[in-house]
């Protein structure tokens, strides 16, 4: 089953573009296979119309080919409602194309009362009810430790999800540095508000996913009718989270699109909530009227947790993975583990690997021996795409346009301190680093080199983002 999908995919991933692919593609999951019938996992019913609508036709020629004639798929649709009982819809699609009469909508069963007020904005086809929230379990508020670093966003989320709409945290926008705990605590309040009002629908995306969708939509050939399905589906959400909106950076058209959507959703009393590498103010390359919306409500800031904190945040996860650490290790780890929480959770993960690995126990000289070579290994594994990596994270530029030719302001900085740091913390020539970022020559590099220089000794700001950014290689 699994080799069968992996040929599947590879003939599809060369028929659609890669956007697409990754979009609507990888998170299908095969579930099934007998008697010719391939059930495919597919997250919503919302993903399970737009791969009919759009790519029967190579999903058609893909199973036929792989499958052989007698092919046949099923889309086995992961409800909202109920994880363990997916909703299994006999749909083959080969033959679908060829009916005159497809096969009527899909029959839900549920245990729940359906929804049924008329809403002016729903797809024909698509419930409202049936809409998957893409929230993960383990991002609840239980699981989430509040410390003063967290305490404005975790309050204001408690309320939000009590209210959502209703408060004057609306929109919500919680921005911090990576690794604090912003998409933990924005899913936290998505989970928290569907206990409260399981009959509202809430939906989590990211800012990226959110933008491909978009993408994809624009690319379709219908295209008017495919944004206005875009449009549509986003409107019907009660509780709309965007992390990391910073992906829209220099996106205009998925900017304008989020601010009709942002509209509707505020003047009809839903709920968003967003987050952010950065505070509203200093978005690049966004929209003034979008970042004035930002600014309506709250925005909470995240920190660093305090020592207190991280212990509390390190006893949490052990206790979590069902490992007892004793306190001079969990002092030890939250003392010496201070980039961020997401760090300190990645040491404690290869802590409790190695311990049971090697079968030994977790005692204090296992971890200074690890955290040793934890920062030792940091040091020594730079390489020029670590580097383009970190920068891009760290600025909130997608490595995509990294590697483009655009010259927008925030993609150019990103350049320009990659070569900067390529310099400093490898070897390689100044031809290998030009050529490793984005294809630029020899002089270009020298001259990237200079206004980074130039820049840290004028610019307090930047010199205090390089800064930032420079921690990660030391
Ligand atoms: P961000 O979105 O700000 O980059 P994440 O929410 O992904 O950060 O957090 C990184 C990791 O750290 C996640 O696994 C998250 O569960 C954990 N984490 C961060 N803050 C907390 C907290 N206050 N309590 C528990 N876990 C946390
Ligand atoms: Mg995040």
Known sequence: ML?????????????VQPQAYSTW???????????NLLTIQVPSEFFYEYLETHYIKVMKATIRKVLGPEGKLEYSIMMDNDVNRPLVVKQPSVDRTNTKNPPKQIQIDFDKPQNTMPNPFVLPGIKK????????????????????????????????????????????????????????????????????????TVLYVNAEQFLMQFQAAC????????????????QMIDVLIIDDIQYLSGKPKTQDTLFHIFNHLQQTGKQLIFTCDKPPAELKDMEQRLISRFKWGLSAEMTLPDVETRRNILKRKAYNEGVDLSDEVVNYIAEHIKTNVREMEGFLISLIAQSSLNRKSITINLVKQMVERFVNNSNHEITISYIISTVCEEMGTSQADFFTSTRKRNVV????????????????????????CGGK??????????????????????????????????
Not at 3 to 15: F, G, H, K, Y
Not at 413 to 436: C, D, H, P, V
Not at 457 to 466: E, L, W
Request: proline share 4%.
């Open 3 to 15: 080799e069968l999908w992996d040929a599947c995919l590879a003939m599809i991933r060369e028929n």
């Open 219 to 234: 690319r379709n050939n219908s295209s008017k009718s495919s944004r206005d399905d875009f449009v549509h589906f986003y």
């Open 413 to 436: 900085q990103a350049r320009q301190l990659s070569m900067y740091f390529a310099k400093k913390y490898t070897k390689a020539s100044l031809n290998i680093i030009g050529e490793q």
């Open 129 to 200: 009810i049936n809409i998957e929230s893409n929230l993960n379990e383990n991002y609840c508020m239980e699981n989430f430790v509040v410390g003063e670093c967290n305490r404005v966003a975790y309050e204001a989320g408690l309320a939000i999800a009590k209210n959502p709409g209703r408060t004057s945290f609306n929109p919500m926008f919680v921005f911090s540095p990576t690794g604090m705990g912003k998409t933990h605590v924005c899913q936290a309040i998505g989970l928290e508000t569907k206990k409260f009002h399981p009959e509202l």
């Open 441 to 474: 020559d020899h002089a270009t590099v020298i001259h990237s080199l200079k206004t980074v220089a130039n820049l840290l000794d004028t610019d307090k700001q930047f010199r205090a983002v390089a800064d930032t950014i420079e921690q990660n290689f030391k």
């Open 25 to 35: 593609f990888e998170p299908i999951k095969p579930v099934d296979y007998r008697n």
